[in-house]
Each structure stands twice: as C-alpha cells, then as structure tokens.
C-alpha cells in the first residue's frame, strides 16, 4: 500500500471470481509505463513496469527486501498480503534456492496479479494460497517454517495495517526459523497506526528492530530479528550492501548507510 498517484484508471472484468465471497474491487490504472492495483480508491496497492515486470517498481517495496543486509536468502520466505505481487514475483525469480509463500484473502487480487501483473502459476518452489494471513501463521504447521515473513496487509480504506494486534506479531515471530526476520511496511509516523504498531513489534521482538527512513510517499519498513543476537559494524555492514547491489541490484548502500547509526556495536 502507498499513497495515491494521479494516473488513468480503468476496472478490469471479474473472471473466475467466487461470487459468494466479498472481495475488494479491483481497479487498474497506467501512467509512464507503469500499471498501477488499487482496490476501489485511489490509493496504490502495488505497481509493475510494463517492460520490465519482474522488477521492483515503488521505492518500499525495494525497502522491503533490506533484510538482505543481515541474512542469505533462507530456505522459505513467507509473503503476507499480495498486492500486485512484486515481492511475491522478485524472490521467485531472484532467489532461485528459496521457496516463496504468499498469502492473500481476496480471490479477485490473485486473479488479477495472474492476469495482469504477470504472476506466474505455482509450481515446486511457489504457492500462493487464498486465505487469511493471521489464521496461516498461526497455525502449528508455520511454526518454525519461514527464515523471513514479509508483512504488507492494507484493505481499501488505508486506515493501517488490517492485521496489527500483539498477537499477530507473536504469531508471526513463532513463523520465523530462527535467525530470521519479519519485514513489515508501515505508514509513516505521521499516521496514528505508527506508534502502535511500532510499539508492538518491539513488544513481541524485544525491542530488537530498526527502521528504514520513509520514502517519498511516506512508508516506513521496520526490520525485526529473532534469533541469536546480531553485532554489525559499518565496515561490515558496507561490505554486505555492496554484495547485495553487485548481485540483486538493489540500492542497498542507501539502505546501509540510513540503517549504520542503528546497528554499529549491535
């Protein structure tokens, strides 16, 4: 979810769709090459560069893969809220040795990434499951599963995350092997779900979490660890970001040196 931008619009026919359950509406919009999901409003819920489709196209959601500063890809990663599933279609094709997971509850949005936002179809090392997020990593069979969970879980409304409870942030640390992490987009601190959600992670991840400066739209990405605690200096946390801009050209010096005063000495 990021803040709305001016774009024309137009809404796509529902095919496939169970007509029983309530699904958000989807609307596309296209400006500069870049096609744009929102559900019903003008809010952004996710973006794809027509010519380059596999690519991370909104500033957070590059921010969002920051926890390649701290960890290899793990063996499963954990997609929370599909979007217009960039995250969910970046490690499938960047991260050829991990398993992808996305959860999403509206039929129409996987319809729609399938359809236009170039979402491939699963196969051994993808699954996308219709269902809700908090009832998938609260089950005994996500304990322990995924080395990180990426948490982007907005409705149409955009009044915060739609999962934010103490207990859904214990739920998702349960989901992580250990040492992994969660990621999670927030709106900035400007909006009243901030603080709450910030102080909640840091409840359920004992304080053990930094965050990443807004980007222009306003999102926030906090960055929390389970496992062994870390100790990080700058040289080796600049030797990492550059290891990760040469192999997934991600801006990951910018990500270094917003995150160096945050992680020196731990």
């Known amino acids: 979810m990021s803040r709305p ?4 619009r137009r809404r796509p026919r529902a095919t496939g ?3 029983s359950r309530t699904d958000p509406p989807i609307d596309l919009s296209e400006s500069d090459g870049v096609r744009y999901l929102h559900f019903g409003s003008r809010w952004i819920q996710g973006a794809m560069r027509l010519r380059k489709p596999f690519d ?4 957070y ?5 920051a926890w390649l ?7 499963r990663v954990l997609q929370l809220g599909l979007g217009a599933a960039a995250l969910t279609k970046w490690c499938w094709e960047r991260l050829p040795d991990t398993d992808v997971t996305a959860v999403e509850q509206g039929e129409s949005v996987i319809s729609a990434c399938r359809r236009f936002f170039a979402l491939p179809e ?5 699954e996308v499951v219709l269902g809700d997020a908090g009832e998938f990593v609260a089950a005994p069979r996500a304990r322990g599963r995924y ?3 990426q948490v982007d879980l907005y409705d149409r409304d955009a009044r915060g995350p739609v999962l934010e409870s103490v207990e859904f942030y214990a739920a998702v640390r349960r989901a992580i092997a250990e040492p992994g992490m969660m990621v999670v987009n927030l709106f900035g601190s400007d909006h009243a779900s901030f603080e709450r959600n910030r102080r909640r992670i840091a409840e359920v991840f004992d304080g053990r979490m930094l965050v990443l400066p807004p980007v222009e739209a306003g999102n926030l990405v906090v960055l929390a660890f389970a496992g062994p605690p870390l100790a990080v200096d700058a040289a080796m946390l600049f030797e990492r970001a550059a290891e990760v801009e040469r192999r997934w050209r991600l801006p990951a010096r910018g990500w ?5 005063q945050q992680v020196v000495d731990g």
């Open 17 to 19: 769709a169970d007509p």
């Open 61 to 65: 959601i590059r921010h969002m893969m």
């Open 147 to 149: 080395g990180v969970v």
């Open 56 to 59: 991370l196209e909104l500033d």
């Open 122 to 126: 699963d196969d051994d090392r993808l």
């Open 256 to 260: 270094a040196k917003a995150l160096r």
């Open 5 to 8: 931008k001016e774009a024309t």
């Open 69 to 75: 500063l701290f960890m290899e890809p793990p063996p």
